[in-house]
């Protein structure tokens, strides 16, 4: 027995709400911190900076705070929010399994791995872009490993896909666990920092180099979203009707590997983004990929700009782990809104 269907909200709606939500969560977001820029100052900044003389500028000190310190994480927050939205319905869309989220294919963990390799080889002075760039190839290794692993007979079958993502995330984790058993003291705190994931070391130089990944990524994944609609009704009724399973999936997971390893390579390890955004969409837009994308993207931005605000600012003079605060937020609501579909259903198939 199921429950009475819920009117679903499409992309006309969903899609110019979530910019202007997205856009006065920029500006609030931007302006609160220790030293406070008034909203409409930080309007009027954006405007300034877009040649569009509109709005009162803030002093001196407030359009350092907001240009050197406060855009760059909240543009980066935006970045890598948007990616893991992304990710997250893509593969629950490819897979066809709810439980499907990017740390499954081992992103996450290879990533995590690297990033400790790197600073355990390099030690204290280790730079922080070849971090970075350690966490990048960690994860789009990993996932190419994952994938191959759990190909068989020229298929991937979703089950032998996740219990392989769990075993070489198992790998992964004794990896990790050896490199900070290794390291020194000082670089032990690092990696057991950059787990936690943090955007307080966010620049512009950075977003530059994330938002082409994602931006390419989210095009990539608009490109499919009609192909995995037809897998959506069956993997049989989609070669009838023309699609192709394998190739489609295999683009699939190098979309959801680029926008995962690039979100995560200088933030760290950011949980429950790309699991719950897609599902809590999924209840308002329901399962078409072409709104279900674009709104998880926005959900996904607007999530963690604000998951990025409350870290900098619940606590005076702290700056706590962002991807303790995800999880703290993301487990609790994953287990209602599991809840609540299953109750909805009637039990699970």
Do not use: K
Request: net charge positive; glycine share 12%.
């Amino acid at each position: 027995m199921t429950g009475p269907r819920l009117r679903r909200v499409g992309a006309a709606v969903v899609v110019p709400v979530g910019l202007v939500v997205l856009a006065i969560v920029v500006v609030l977001a931007a302006g609160i911190g220790q030293n406070h820029v008034p909203a409409f100052e930080v309007f009027g900044s954006l405007m300034h900076h877009l040649h569009i003389p509109l709005g009162p500028l803030p002093d001196q000190v407030g359009e350092d705070t907001l240009w050197n310190v406060r855009m760059p994480r909240v543009v980066l927050a935006l970045l890598v929010g948007a990616a893991l939205g992304c990710a997250g319905a893509v593969l629950q869309g490819v897979f066809a399994n709810p439980l499907a989220e990017p740390g499954i294919i081992g992103v996450s963990s290879g990533a995590a791995a690297g990033a400790s390799g790197v600073i355990l080889v390099g030690g204290l002075g280790v730079a922080g872009y070849a971090v970075a760039g350690g966490a990048f190839a960690g994860g789009l290794v990993t996932t190419a490993i994952v994938y191959l692993l759990s190909r068989s007979a020229g298929r991937t079958e979703v089950i032998t896909l996740v219990l392989t993502g769990i075993a070489i995330n198992a790998f992964a984790g004794g990896l990790i666990a050896f490199f900070t058993f290794r390291a020194g003291p000082t670089a032990r705190d690092q990696i057991v920092f950059w787990q936690l994931g943090s955007l307080n070391r966010a620049s512009w130089d950075q977003v530059f180099l994330v938002v082409g990944f994602v931006v390419v990524g989210i095009i990539a994944s608009m490109v499919i979203a009609r192909r995995m609609d037809l897998l959506s009704l069956g993997e049989y009724s989609a070669r009838h009707l023309g699609v192709d399973v394998e190739a489609l999936r295999r683009v699939a997971v190098v979309i959801v590997a680029i926008l995962t390893a690039a979100a995560v390579a200088f933030c760290g390890i950011i949980l429950f983004v790309g699991l719950v955004v897609p599902h809590l969409m999924r209840l308002i837009v329901g399962p078409a990929h072409r709104v279900l994308i674009p709104a998880s993207v926005l959900a996904g931005a607007i999530g963690l700009v604000l998951a990025d605000l409350a870290a900098r600012t619940i606590v005076d003079y702290a700056d706590l782990p962002i991807g303790m605060l995800t999880s703290l937020v993301g487990g609790p609501v994953f287990l209602i809104l599991l809840r609540r579909t299953r109750a909805r259903q009637g039990g699970w198939t």
